[in-house]
């Protein structure tokens, strides 16, 4: 559950990074790309000496934070 959340977490802020470089909004950028790599410094040992099954669960996990993060970057759009 642990390496799910973490991939999940990662590609939510990377999908909600993108939106705010897209809207060229500095402090939004800043957070997601200091959160991004702060989440990544976790995930990239365990992934890399993972297992195929744990490897699958990072990007299932991934995937459905990528899908959470266009959900949000559509409701940050009506805000800004």
């Known amino acids: 559950m642990k390496l799910f959340l973490t991939g999940f977490a990662q590609v ?3 999908a909600i990074n993108t939106l705010f470089l897209s809207r060229i909004f ?3 950028v800043l957070l997601c790309g200091f ?3 702060f989440i990544w410094s976790y995930n990239v ?3 890399v ?3 195929i099954k744990e490897r699958l669960i990072y990007s ?4 459905l ?3 959470l993060g266009l959900f949000i970057s559509q409701e940050i759009l ?3």
């Not at 299932?60 to 995937?63: E, L, R, W």
Request: glycine share 20%; no cysteine.
């Open 12 to 14: 939510l802020f990377v």
């Open 26 to 28: 500095y402090l939004g």
């Open 35 to 37: 959160t991004i790599s």
């Open 45 to 47: 040992k365990k992934v």
């Open 49 to 51: 000496f993972g297992t």
């Open 60 to 63: 299932i996990g991934a995937s």
């Open 65 to 67: 934070g990528g899908v």
């Open 78 to 80: 009506k805000l800004i």
